[in-house]
């Protein structure tokens, strides 16, 4: 039966030289029944890249991540048309395996969402899903995935512990531990700093640039500062339409459009 | 309004709120106490020696050789008792023949009533029930009957414009002259030595069958069998609850059919219980087969029927009081809606179903009306495990009402009635204090 499913082999390549487009929208549109919420978006996703969305609320920013792996189909009466593929492959096609999807992408949502289960649990939750039973095995997982969110040294002694004793910050940094252990090529994360403080904001953001090049990160944001810190590309949506999307420093600088600049100056929004 | 209108208010609010809470402590207090008080009696009383003759006999507890000599002090004591009746009996035909006839009569009434009270007279064949092989084994009841020995019931009638009036009359004026006279006091004052009480604890009131018709003996049967019928309850009931909510709540639609079935589970909560009995009657035994006539398993099916509503309303209201987040976090990392619903939102869900399942023993062990007609019965032994497919069992709930309706001497038996009464209430509490446990140890723990 699995068989049967495509597949998703995306190559994990991700050396300079191979900067190529990894996920690329082509005339993608959600519909919420018949509300368009994201209008025929066309663009290229870099691999390895952290691609920030910045747009005002109600914009489609939300939507258009959360399309990327298929949380949206949760919803009742959502649709899409055009094509959204990674690596070539639409996911949106009938012969796909949403849950191997989900598999190779991961994502980290606006507030920390641990499962009340003991931290340990939690970061072995996805690989568990896969089969991996050997103690050893999820041991090595757990522990590769907490340092790799940088919590390791803090949690170490209390795996055991209740993941929701845990604070924001960590809780937060917990899930992306989480959604690190299952390995995905692919990380999305909605607002993830919307709901910490400015200290654990900002550890979360050095944990993106410590992934930054080996994985493709794509973060929804209110803050500005923010995505001007820790993005490589800059996307905004604005009323469903993507308006401008280049590399940051270009949009902060000098964007092209007269939108942008309005929003980006703090004119609306 | 002012401020002191409005403060007037707020008090004659809270005093209000004060005083119907107030009512319903007292109220509760003066339903239970005497329940708890009279119940408590089946298990800690004042045992006489014709208890302890009686629990030798029929359950083989107790010290042969100490009974033997208990039996004798009785006995000395109980002797010149008999001797005056002999003698009595003896000299009876030297009364004139009107005299004779009255006394005759006035001594065979009396004589009825010590029996009860000692048992059967030494020298007269035992009985063939065993309620007239002994005395009054209780304490209490030997002076209930003490004082119908004592004195005589009758109603006074002269007054035609009321009820007749209830006389105490003392035999010892029935006898005034014989040489009986004299035998009221000396009974009146050696009670104790006559039926030596002592104290006892019978613990095994809750496991011991009980002998001939509940005189003697203890619930055990009932007590089995209501646990057969409640468990048997949950085990048909959980599973289609729990299904039945993870349906409703993960895999339909918010669409007309769902909502009929909604209407449809909260209206099978509000039928009277009686019509589930006779449903079950009437679909489990005489349509489907279940059994050849009443049995546990239909009794448990009508059962489950009944608690299915309140385990699908609380096992759906709990797994929708789970954040969305949980459910948003396991589908992202890759886990199919079923995975997900084991792995995180069941245990999350837990506490809220297991009060619903716990609550809704406690109301499958105090029903009667659904299990008359499908499962129970007054007298006998539960069935064997085995034998629950086919046969039917006695269980609290029916036994207490039945007990109250249908037995010949039910004011003889009271403490078995309050025992039961008693052990079912106890049931019904001990589970829900575990609801109320087992929720705050698992809210605690996922709270962290």
Same mark, same amino acid.
């Given at each position: 039966m699995v068989n049967k499913k495509k597949a998703f082999q995306i190559s994990?390549?991700?050396?300079?030289?191979?900067?190529?487009? !990894?996920l690329s929208a082509r005339k993608f549109s959600v519909f919420y029944g018949k509300n368009e919420a994201v209008k025929s978006v066309t663009m290229d996703i870099t691999k390895g890249a952290v691609t920030a969305i910045i747009g005002p609320s109600g914009c489609g920013k939300s939507t258009f991540l959360r399309a990327i792996n298929r949380m949206n189909d949760l919803i009742p009466l959502v649709s899409v048309t055009g094509e959204l593929s990674i690596e070539g492959t639409n996911i949106y096609s009938k012969n796909i395996d949403v849950i191997a999807l989900r598999q190779r992408v991961g994502m980290v949502f606006q507030k920390p969402n641990p %499962? &009340? $289960?003991s931290i340990f649990d939690n970061v072995a939750y996805g690989p568990r899903l896969q089969g991996i039973r050997e103690r050893k095995a999820v041991l090595d997982i757990v522990e590769k995935s907490l340092v790799r969110a940088a919590l390791w040294d803090e949690v170490k002694d209390r795996l055991t512990e209740n993941a929701l004793g845990l604070s924001g910050g960590q809780q937060q940094r917990l899930c992306v531990a989480r959604a690190l252990a299952v390995d995905p090529p692919i990380l999305l994360m909605d607002e993830p700093t919307s709901a910490l403080d400015p200290r654990s904001s900002g550890r979360i953001e050095d944990l993106i640039d410590e992934l930054r090049e080996k994985i493709t990160i794509i973060i929804v944001t209110h803050n500005m500062q923010q995505a001007a810190r820790v993005s490589d590309f800059t996307s905004f949506f604005y009323e469903g339409n993507l308006i401008e999307y280049s590399s940051t420093r270009r949009i902060f600088t000098m964007p092209s459009d007269k939108r942008t600049e309005d929003y980006i100056t703090g004119r609306f929004g | 309004m002012n401020l002191a209108g409005r403060k007037l208010l707020d008090k004659a609010f809270t005093i209000l709120g004060m005083l119907s809470s107030g009512f319903l402590v007292i109220a509760i207090i003066i339903l239970l106490t005497p329940i708890f008080m009279k119940g408590i009696g089946a298990f800690v009383f004042r045992a006489t020696i014709e208890y302890r003759k009686m629990e030798l006999d029929l359950f083989e507890r107790g010290d042969r050789e100490e009974l033997e000599k208990e039996i004798k002090q009785a006995e000395s004591a109980r002797s010149p008792l008999f001797e005056k009746l002999k003698n009595f009996k003896e000299g009876i035909s030297n009364f004139p023949p009107a005299e004779k006839k009255r006394l005759s009569e006035s001594f065979h009434d009396f004589e009825m009533c010590l029996r009860e009270l000692l =048992? &059967?007279? &030494? =020298?007269e064949s035992v009985p063939e029930l065993p309620r007239n092989k002994y005395g009054a084994t209780r304490w209490d009841q030997a002076l209930i009957k003490l004082k119908s020995v004592l004195y005589k019931e009758e109603y006074d009638y002269t007054n035609p414009s009321k009820m007749g009036q209830k006389i105490m009359k003392p035999r010892s004026k029935e006898f005034a =002259?014989? #040489?009986?006279?004299?035998l009221f006091p000396y009974l009146e004052q050696n009670m104790e030595k006559i039926l030596q009480p002592k104290f006892v604890f019978y613990r095994q009131f809750l496991t011991d069958a009980s002998k001939d018709a509940h005189f003697f003996g203890g619930i055990g049967p009932e007590v089995i069998g209501t646990i057969y019928l409640t468990l048997g309850a949950i085990v048909f009931a959980v599973p289609m609850g729990i299904l039945t909510a993870i349906y409703l709540t993960e895999y339909s639609r918010q669409n007309w059919y769902t909502s009929i079935l909604r209407t449809l589970i909260s209206t099978l909560s509000g039928v009277p219980s009686v019509v589930f009995g006779l449903f079950g009657l009437a679909f %489990? +035994?005489?349509? +489907? @087969?279940?059994? !050849? #006539? $009443?049995?546990v398993i239909a009794g448990s099916l009508t059962l489950a029927l009944l608690i299915l509503p309140t385990i699908v309303r609380s096992s759906e209201e709990a797994i929708l009081a789970v954040p969305k987040t949980y459910r948003e976090a396991a589908l992202s990392l890759g886990a199919s809606p079923w995975k997900m619903i084991v792995s995180v939102l069941l245990p999350a869900a837990l506490p809220g179903i297991l009060t619903g399942i716990i609550i809704s023993m406690g109301r499958a062990a105090g029903e009667t009306a659904p299990i008359i007609f499908t499962a129970a019965v007054s007298l006998g032994e539960a069935p064997k495990l085995l034998d629950i497919f086919s046969q039917p069992t006695p269980a609290l709930s029916w036994n207490i009402y039945n007990l109250a309706t249908? @037995?010949? $001497?039910v004011d003889q038996i009271r403490h078995v009635q309050y025992g039961m009464v008693f052990s079912l209430i106890m049931i019904v509490l001990s589970l829900n204090c575990l609801a109320i446990m087992l929720r705050s140890r698992f809210v605690k723990k996922l709270k962290g």
């Open positions: 994990r390549d991700t050396s300079a030289t191979n900067k190529n487009s !990894q %499962f &009340p $289960k | =048992g &059967p007279f &030494p =020298g =002259g014989t #040489s009986l006279e004299n %489990f +035994i005489n349509s +489907i @087969h279940v059994s !050849q #006539s $009443k049995s249908e @037995h010949q $001497k």
